[in-house]
């Protein structure tokens, strides 16, 4: 992006009808651009714990290329993004420019060196994954990362622990229906297995609240200028109903992992 805003026809899916789009893309049409369930404050949080200063940092699904920009403002050593949509790839090159390379592709095989980086980012992508694509993403993390390396993640998270089968497959049902996404939130305990299973120590967990589409979060994760312009462009477009929906789930999650030495048992 430069700097500059995405035009539509830039923006991942710009070809698909406004009831057919994945929720996600649906807000970034609509200029709600920060995508993550805890809003910009707990991603800065994130990146802080992460120390990315001179470090080797991997970021898995950039998307649009927002947190990108974060990552870089914190110079980073290196920095390379691997994306599976084109369009988003495409946009986060321009984000990066020559301080970092995107790859389109898969997060689950990035094709990376074995023990190539010290810090992994993933925001807003584990969530939308099956349990077989999440385990496969967070073991390509695992593979990539150095020995005592870190892996920091910004998930959708429920709550509590102890949400019966029953209710977590309607939260399910409900996603898929609004925001056209597989999603699979999981509980606190169930991330924690997830990383854990693959080999990741939990260093640190934080959450904040679901609040992806009220006035503050919005305002706080977009600045006054882009709230007035998603605004006008939800009731120009009259898909506020739509948009609405799209944030139906409730308890974002935050874990920050860091992964033992190797040598350790
Ligand atoms: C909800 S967006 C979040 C984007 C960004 N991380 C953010 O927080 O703003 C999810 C992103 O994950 C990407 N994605 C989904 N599955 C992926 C996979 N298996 N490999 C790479 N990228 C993937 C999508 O293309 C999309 O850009």
């Not at 967070?138 to 892996?151: H, K």
Request: proline share 6%.
């Amino acid at each position: 992006m430069s700097g500059q805003q995405a035009s539509h026809d830039e923006l991942p899916f710009a070809a698909r009808k406004t009831e057919d789009m994945p929720g996600h893309w649906l807000l970034a049409r609509l200029g709600k651009l920060v995508l993550r369930p805890g809003g910009r404050e707990l991603t800065e949080q994130l990146l802080d714990d992460a120390e990315l200063s001179d470090a080797d940092v991997l970021e898995i699904a950039p998307g649009l290329g927002k947190t990108a920009r974060s990552i870089i403002d914190r110079n980073p050593k290196t920095y390379v993004g691997v994306e599976s949509d084109s369009a988003a790839a495409g946009l986060t090159e321009d984000v990066v420019g020559d301080r970092g390379r995107v790859i389109p592709g898969d997060a689950a095989a990035t094709g990376l060196d074995a023990d190539s980086v010290v810090v992994a980012i993933g925001e807003a992508m584990l969530t939308m994954q099956s349990d077989r694509a999440k385990a496969d993403i967070v073991a390509e993390a695992f593979r990539v990362l150095r020995p005592g390396g870190r892996y920091a993640i910004h998930e959708l998270a429920l709550h509590p622990d102890t949400l019966p089968d029953e209710a977590k497959t309607e939260i399910r049902k409900q996603l898929a229906r609004s925001i056209k996404v597989n999603a699979r939130p999981l509980t606190e305990q169930e991330w924690r297995k997830l990383l854990t299973d693959a080999g990741f120590e939990i260093a640190k967990v934080g959450f904040a609240k679901m609040a992806l589409l009220q006035p503050r979060r919005v305002l706080a994760d977009e600045g006054p200028l882009r709230t007035l312009k998603f605004v006008a462009t939800c009731c120009a477009t009259r898909t506020h109903a739509a948009a609405s929906s799209a944030c139906a789930p409730r308890s974002p999650s935050i874990g920050t992992n860091s992964r033992p030495s190797r040598s350790l048992p």
